[in-house]
């Protein structure tokens, strides 16, 4: 069974070139404006933060938030896109120094549950039926500084809070092994799955998975992928690339490792992804050296390469495949794949 494949990515996709290390190299470009180029880069799908879609929102009353999340809902309308997911921003709130979910301080937690429900109602406003939980600093520098027992079982009541919450909802994990902390505490996809395990509700509970989160865990992303489809978990992904274990990079789709690319395509399309509605996102970001006219090339492009890694997988001979697999010939497969890469 083939895959069908439409395409997401978020607002902070279109990034103004910023590092930790230096300031901003382009002109930021307001949210509606955003909106205009993603039918003309070929995107169906928005994502969000909780405050993409409500700025400013630990100002505002719930009336207000949920008022404002449908008139977007209007906005997504007339430009015939569609809300994939909400995820709440924790990681940039005072309030979560230390974490979230997973703090040391139970003011700090509450925040956090509040800023769930939160992210469900606006869900919900916007008609997208995900949530998505990156854990960004639940995790520690400091191994004593946090019991892990007691932040996995907080990280799960965290989901059962929302699963009760708004039972329209279903939550996707999104697994990292650091930054921005030292370890966190859900590092990879199998962790993730478990997650669902601690609720009441593991049906509601799945994963997003990014391929360079599963790379900084030196792990291969396709393979992470193949078993959150073994488990009927692989509710999304952020396709991207890195260039092995350093910071986080978000590099335009294949970029690094072409052939990583093609078997993270190759698994999708051989396991009908994408036919229960599911996204291809791609979470990338635009290299600090584009000039503003040209700073929205990473996503042109990162489509672009899926499309032509989909064309190259399906055009193997999967009898040949066979054959080669029957007399153990690796060497031969090998061949036969890259050649048909470098043609
Ligand atoms: C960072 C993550 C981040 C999330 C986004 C949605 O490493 O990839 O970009 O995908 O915040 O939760
Ligand atoms: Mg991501």
């Known amino acids: 069974m083939q895959g069908t494949f439409r395409f997401s990515f978020g607002p902070w996709n279109i990034h103004e ?42 100002n ?73 939980l990156w854990l960004a600093r639940e995790g520690t520098y400091i191994r004593e500084s946090k019991d892990p027992v007691t932040a996995t079982e907080r990280i799960g009541e965290a989901l059962q809070m929302v699963l009760d919450y708004n039972k329209d909802i279903r939550v996707m994990i999104e697994s990292k092994p650091n930054e921005p902390v030292d370890h966190a505490f859900i590092p990879t996809i199998g962790h993730a799955i478990a997650m669902g395990l601690m609720t009441n509700a593991p049906d509601r509970v799945g994963c997003l998975i990014e391929s360079a989160h599963a790379i900084l865990a030196n792990l291969c992303p396709s393979e992470e992928m193949g078993f959150a489809l073994a488990h009927k978990k692989l509710w999304s992904v952020h396709l991207n690339d890195q260039n092995g274990l350093k910071f986080d990079q978000d590099q335009t789709f294949g970029m690094v490792d072409p ?35 040209v700073c929205l090339k990473h996503l042109e492009y990162s489509r672009k390469i899926f499309l032509r890694l989909l064309e190259i997988s399906r055009s193997f001979d999967d009898a040949k495949i066979e054959e080669l697999i029957g007399t153990r010939d690796y060497e031969e497969l090998n061949w036969y794949i890259l050649d048909a890469m470098l043609k």
């Open 259 to 293: 052939r990583r690319a093609l078997n993270q395509v190759r698994v999708l399309d051989k396991h009908g992804y994408g036919n229960n509605g599911e996204w291809i996102g791609l979470d990338v970001k635009v290299l600090r050296t584009q000039k503003d006219d």
């Open 60 to 132: 505002k009353t719930h009336e207000q938030i949920i008022k404002e999340a449908t008139e977007l809902k209007k906005v997504l309308d007339d430009h015939g896109l569609v809300a994939e997911f909400v995820a709440p921003r924790l990681w940039m709130d005072p309030h979560t120094i230390d974490g979230g979910f997973t703090s040391n301080c139970p003011k700090c937690r509450e925040y956090a549950l509040n800023r769930l429900k939160t992210t469900a109602d606006i869900a919900s406003a916007i008609g997208a039926k995900n949530i998505v």
């Open 17 to 58: 070139g910023a590092d930790p290390f230096g300031p901003e190299v382009r002109k930021s470009i307001p949210f509606n404006e955003k909106l205009e180029y993603y039918k003309k880069l070929g995107f169906d799908g928005v994502q969000f933060h909780d405050d993409d879609a409500v700025p400013d929102l630990n």
